[in-house]
């Protein structure tokens, strides 16, 4: 059955929400009466299935329909899930949302994007306020996975649950956020940060460049895997959490930050903090800047996931929902995917130590689509791989969607030859691998014939 999501606005961030769901296979319905709006979501777009596709080893599923509405009632009328994400204007979100409810389903979920309002503010107006809730992400949404999901004393617990399980199923975390509170959990943090650097700059303490490379060199690194806690947890040593507190909480009362004052944002204060941004960043267009950052996301986060840590964990846990085993047949198709920036090298294109990755990919697909999968291994048997031989015929590069086409040369007792071909989504032939494979008894670590069911499958596919 279908899934069709409406996005209610589509800047910078309604675009990300409807890139998450199109790439995830959702009908995606948008109204948004800017008439460039288009166009910015095309340029979102086109960065989402750049980057998306790149953190995964398997192909995301097929992409969903994208329809332009000329009303907002033709783009709620029968959405499962809408997403609201017009300016940060309390009136502007009522008359949206009251327009919505007049003309979408009961048991749809309303979002709100806001990072600043309660929802019980959003809701002050609404005849069914059960269905509205804040669910605030962050940008990039089709790549950074948090949202957060606030709901109201009157919003049900069936939407709130529904909601979390949509998210999850499109790669999402869904952060519950058990009580309001103004700017919900992590802009509290950002904010924070954001006042302190403001007051940096206004002293002459540091450039924003400056102020950048403190986060990016040193303690950005360390929130990205471990957060806040945990990283303070391990800086108190065996002793743990409360041994850093004792150490370090007395500093508390010490008058380091200014975060309960904010400087005032005078003229000067705003040309001082434009002029030293674009002299940090001036050389690169603002697309140019979001692909850049997309790339290094896209890196730290497969790095991450290789770890199975952190975000990492959730792009693993959700490629295993998505990846869908083939079934054995001639030239099956063992490998479908996209190549990710990190698989290539200073020649722009995907280093020669890959090829021998994504054909391990294959021998794995064919391998599980055989019998031979992890209950296999655990039972006691494998197939070890013992010769490669790999031709180059063109260059992959970052971005290309391949898939990998595998065939049986020999498959002789305990002796089974494969032979891959990995193509591009236009059928350009890419490289073959003829692979070599001995089956093997975990237990006695030598090479032994295939036991059920593999032996069966074999013979079958003989």
Not at 102 to 113: F, V
Not at 160 to 175: F, N, Q
Request: negative net charge; contains cysteine.
């Amino acid at each position: 059955m279908t899934k069709v999501a409406a996005i209610i606005g589509g800047g910078v961030i309604g675009g990300g929400w409807l890139a998450r769901f199109l790439l995830n296979g959702w009908t995606v319905r948008v109204f948004d009466p800017d008439p460039e709006a288009e166009r910015k979501i095309s340029e979102v777009l086109a960065n989402a299935r750049h980057a998306l596709p790149m953190l995964y080893e398997t192909a995301l599923p097929q992409e969903g329909e994208l329809i332009f509405c000329e009303t907002l009632q033709e783009a709620v009328a029968d959405a499962d899930w809408i997403q609201e994400s017009v300016p940060e204007r309390l009136d502007i979100k009522h008359s949206v949302l009251a327009d919505i409810q007049a003309h979408c389903r009961p048991d749809a979920i309303i979002g709100s994007s806001t990072s600043g309002f309660k929802p019980s503010e959003l809701q002050e107006k609404s005849d069914r306020p059960d269905q509205i809730m804040v669910c605030h992400p962050f940008n990039p949404v089709y790549l950074l996975p948090l949202i957060e999901v606030v709901p109201s004393v009157k919003t049900s617990q069936e939407h709130t649950e529904k909601a979390k399980d949509i998210l999850r199923s499109i790669g999402c975390y869904p952060l519950h956020v058990r009580k309001e509170i103004d700017a919900h959990i992590a802009d509290r943090f950002l904010e924070a940060v954001w006042r302190e650097g403001l007051w940096l700059v206004k002293d002459g303490i540091a450039t924003t460049e400056e102020i950048d490379d403190a986060i990016r060199y040193g303690f950005g690194l360390r929130w990205a895997q471990m957060g806040l806690f945990e990283t303070y947890r391990i800086a108190g040593g065996e002793a743990g959490m409360a041994h850093f507190i004792a150490q370090f909480g007395p500093c508390l009362e010490w008058p380091w930050t200014k975060l309960m004052d904010v400087p005032e944002l005078t003229d000067e204060l705003v040309q001082t903090i434009a002029d030293q941004s674009d002299a940090q960043s001036g050389a690169h267009s603002i697309r140019e800047l979001e692909r850049i950052r997309d790339n290094n996301l896209i890196a730290m986060m497969r790095a991450l996931k290789q770890q199975g840590n952190a975000a990492g964990k959730l792009i693993k846990d959700h490629e295993q929902t998505i990846q869908k085993p083939a079934p054995l047949a001639s030239e099956m198709v063992s490998v479908r995917r996209v190549i990710p920036v990190d698989w290539t090298d200073y020649n722009g294109h995907m280093n020669e130590g890959r090829y021998g990755q994504i054909y391990s990919d294959a021998a794995d697909g064919f391998l599980g689509a055989l019998g031979a999968g992890q209950e296999y291994v655990d039972a006691g048997y494998s197939y070890f791989t013992v010769e490669t031989n790999i031709k180059y015929i063109l260059e992959a590069h970052a971005g290309q969607k391949v898939k990998v086409l595998t065939d049986v040369l020999m498959a002789e007792g305990k002796k089974l030859k494969l032979f891959h071909k990995m193509v591009r989504e236009d059928g350009e032939l890419l490289s073959t691998c003829e692979q070599f494979l001995l089956h093997v008894s975990l237990t006695t670590r030598k090479s032994c014939d295939p036991v059920s069911p593999v032996s069966e499958n074999l013979m079958n596919f003989a």
